[in-house]
Nanobody, 127 residues
């Protein structure tokens, strides 16, 4: 069974940076794409970024392009989300999720297609 554990959240001021990490275990890591999703207080969940399996293709939401960078380490089975120039609207619970790598190009922004989820880490950005 796949397990995902997020870390790295915290409380920061606007303009600061945070680096989130997602640790994967239980199956072959390169067989899965990894996406980050975030749940804003009182709002729907949205998609900031995802990265494919072996070759590491990336996709970003417009709202985070130029500020967020997703990367993966296939030796350590981890995916990081570097978040720079954080804004109050980035405040959310951030969860990583695993998607079969064959689905990446069709479905990486669709949370319903992801099979496994972590518990999330809280990011709070004050103005």
């Amino acid at each position: 069974q796949v397990q995902l554990v997020e870390s790295g959240g915290g409380l920061v001021q606007a303009g600061a940076s945070l680096r989130l990490s997602c640790e994967f275990s239980g199956r072959s890591f390169i067989c899965f794409a990894i996406g980050w999703f975030r749940q804003h207080p009182g709002k729907d969940r949205d998609f900031p970024a995802a990265i494919s399996g072996r070759i590491g293709s990336r996709n970003y939401a417009e709202s985070v392009k130029g500020r967020f960078t997703i990367s993966r380490d296939n030796l350590k089975d981890t995916v990081d989300l570097q978040m720079n120039n954080l804004k109050p609207e980035d405040t959310a619970t951030y969860c990583c999720a695993a998607l079969p790598y064959t689905e990446f190009y069709r479905s990486n922004e669709d949370a319903e297609k992801y099979d496994f989820w972590g518990q999330g880490t809280q990011v709070t950005v004050s103005s």
